[in-house]
């Protein structure tokens, strides 16, 4: 069973910088793809960006690209979202998910449906 544990959230202010880390424990061979998703009150979750564990490449939501990244550290399993130039309505709670489904080409990996291992969230709240 792979278990994926987010942790990095807190409080902030808009303009701040926050980075998440995401990580993957125990089979973690089985993971094809990494995905960061976030849920706002009252909204469905979704994408935020995905990062391929076999090529490393990454694919963004077009509200977070140029201010957000993700990395990974591969000795370590952990995949990373570093968040920079936060606004109030980056306020959500954060997903790390694993993805058993392989895919070419990164841009499939923005579907909830294809991570069937997720992390329990980290809540992140950015003021004005």
């Known amino acids: 069973q792979v278990g994926v544990l987010e942790s990095g959230g807190g409080s902030v202010r808009a303009g701040d910088s926050l980075r998440l880390s995401c990580a993957v424990s125990?089979?973690?061979?089985?993971?094809?793809?990494v995905g960061w998703f976030r849920q706002a009150p009252g909204k469905v979750r979704e994408f935020v960006g995905a990062v391929s564990r076999t090529t490393s490449e990454t694919t963004y939501v077009d509200s977070v690209k140029g201010r957000f990244t993700i990395s990974r550290d591969t000795a370590e399993n952990t995949v990373y979202l570093q968040m920079n130039s936060l606004k109030p309505e980056d306020t959500a709670v954060y997903y790390c998910?694993?993805?058993?489904?392989?895919?070419?080409?990164?841009?499939?990996?923005?579907?909830?449906?294809?991570?069937?291992?997720w992390g329990q969230g980290t809540q992140v709240t950015v003021s004005s």
């Open positions: 125990e089979h973690a061979f089985s993971i094809f793809a």
């Open positions: 998910a694993g993805s058993g489904n392989y895919f070419s080409n990164i841009l499939s990996y923005w579907r909830l449906a294809e991570y069937a291992y």
